[in-house]
């Protein structure tokens, strides 16, 4: 029996673990599996074993995992792996297979413009920067550089760069330096899906700057809009899809 179980990243703040939790439990309706259960992959329950467990005990047989990640990093490369390893052993009769990240997606970069457009100021031939969680893994770089060309010609901008709160790339705190000696038009953009301690010290950071340099803008971080929605049903689908072909 088809199972799906649902990763988010989880939050110390209950703000950002109800988000993913209602994000869930708005996909749930449109994935045909007859299982269905959440867990979180760290700092909230259910973790991704106890949810393993509750799929095997509803009777799952095979067990899709859906992550609920922006980009492929360590969390999809390494430590969602591990527990499935883990659950692998303990459920040797069940079959497992991992999902991908959202990546780069032109449906993404939709919702990137609607944040520039829900700042109701005129962002034509401005500079954007978009903040990344980042990870030591070049490839979260690579791909959140992708994302921003794609919005720079699809938005018009002047210029689309990138930063990130650690790991490799400009540093967030470079990037405020930087924003600090200039007076340009800047459009700050966290490439986040949820309320958390990040996006928490972000807003803190922004509002200290915005004091020097009133021309500095901060939108909505990306969020879980509609279309980020379409974009992780597309990926599910596309994880059954592929376990039925094997």
Do not use: W
């Amino acid at each position: 029996m088809q199972a799906v179980l649902y990763v988010a990243h989880g939050s110390r703040v209950k703000e950002g673990v109800d988000e993913a939790l209602a994000f869930i439990d708005e996909v749930t309706p449109r994935i045909n599996a007859p299982i269905q259960h959440k867990s979180f992959l760290e700092l909230a329950e259910p973790t991704i074993m106890q949810g393993v467990a509750a799929c095997v005990e509803q009777g799952a047989t095979e067990v899709a995992v859906a992550p609920i990640l922006l980009l492929t990093a360590n969390h999809l490369n390494k430590d969602i792996p591990d527990e499935i390893e883990e659950a692998k052993r303990k459920f040797p009769e069940v079959v497992f297979s991992i999902g991908q990240a959202f990546g780069v997606d032109d449906r993404l970069v939709n919702v990137l413009e609607k944040r520039l457009k829900e700042s109701n100021e005129n962002y034509k031939g401005a500079n954007v920067l978009l903040i990344g969680r980042g990870s030591s893994d070049p490839a979260v770089k690579r791909d959140l550089t992708r994302i921003a060309g794609l919005l720079k010609s699809r938005a018009g901008l002047n210029e689309v760069s990138t930063c990130f709160l650690y790991g490799k790339g400009v540093s967030f705190e470079d990037a405020l330096q930087q924003l600090m000696t200039e007076d340009r038009k800047t459009f700050i953009i966290p490439y986040l899906l949820f309320t958390g301690l990040l996006k928490q010290h972000i807003q803190t950071k922004i509002a200290n700057i915005q004091e020097m340099n009133k021309a500095v803008h901060l939108c909505e971080c990306l969020g879980y809009d509609e279309q980020v929605q379409h974009v992780f049903i597309d990926r599910i689908i596309q994880l059954m899809e592929r376990r039925d072909e094997q």
